[in-house]
T-cell receptor
Framework: DAGVIQSPRHEVTEMGQEVTLRCKPISGHNSLFWYRQTMMRGLELLIYFNNNVPIDDSGMPEDRFSAKMPNASFSTLKIQPSEPRDSAVYFC????????????FGQGTRLTVV | QQQVKQSPQSLIVQKGGISIINCAYENTAFDYFPWYQQFPGKGPALLIAIRPDVSEKKEGRFTISFNKSAKQFSLHIMDSQPGDSATYFCAAGNGDTDKLIFGTGTRLQVFP
């Protein structure tokens, strides 16, 4: 398996534009997570899905952020409109449900909003 | 959301020395405590993990010490090597969900 795949790796956009980040989890994994990494706050959990259903979105900063998982092999995180304070590295991770198992992270998307 | 506090923010150690990173948690429902290692430009990867039914777990040069009553756990890296230079995250999770809450990270630099 190629692991968790995120795209794009880098995104530079202007303030006010819509940004869509994409994630393909590892095949067979039931849970998918979106994290945001900044120097000040470390790794923040934004939202997680289990069997394609959003379970906890309490970490989503505000209504400008939305996430979907239309099927077991694809998820998106959308920011609309984007703001400079959204600049961060966004990670997607997936795990197999059940016994505590390793969370596998993608390589991340570095988002810069200018 | 911050329920896991991690220190120090950065750490500089000489090759061969011991690196120690500490974490404290608040939620007593947590029952899984992993440590993740992240190299520049990469996503975090699982390094070692512990459950609260043991006080220590060792894998090679890496040891987790766990103090349930104090709600604290720490990572010890013995004989630190330049290749250990990375950012380390502690995390805590609850077996009822798959959710992991991460600390803010420690940037470790090991100089030869």
């Amino acid at each position: 398996d190629a692991g968790v795949i995120q795209s794009p790796r880098h995104e530079v956009t202007e303030m006010g534009q819509e940004v869509t980040l994409r994630c393909k989890p590892i095949s067979g994994h039931n849970s998918l997570f979106w994290y945001r990494q900044t120097m000040m706050r470390g790794l923040e959990l934004l939202i997680y899905f289990n069997n394609n259903v959003p379970i906890d979105d309490s970490g989503m900063p505000e209504d400008r952020f939305s996430a979907k998982m239309p099927n077991a092999s694809f998820s998106t995180l959308k920011i609309q409109p984007s703001e400079p304070r959204d600049s961060a590295v966004y990670f997607c991770a997936s795990t197999a449900t059940g016994e505590w198992t390793e969370a596998f992270f993608g390589q991340g998307t570095r988002l810069t909003v200018v | 959301q911050q329920q896991v506090k991690q220190s120090p923010q950065s750490l500089i150690v000489q090759k061969g020395g011991i690196s120690i990173i500490n974490c404290a948690y608040e939620n007593t429902a947590f029952d899984y405590f992993p440590w993740y290692q992240q190299f520049p430009g990469k996503g975090p990867a699982l390094l070692i993990a512990i459950r609260p039914d043991v006080s220590e777990k060792k894998e090679g040069r890496f040891t987790i010490s766990f103090n349930k009553s104090a709600k604290q756990f720490s990572l010890h890296i013995m004989d630190s090597q330049p290749g250990d230079s990375a950012t380390y995250f502690c995390a805590a999770g609850n077996g009822d969900t798959d959710k992991l809450i991460f600390g803010t990270g420690t940037r470790l630099q090991v100089f030869p």
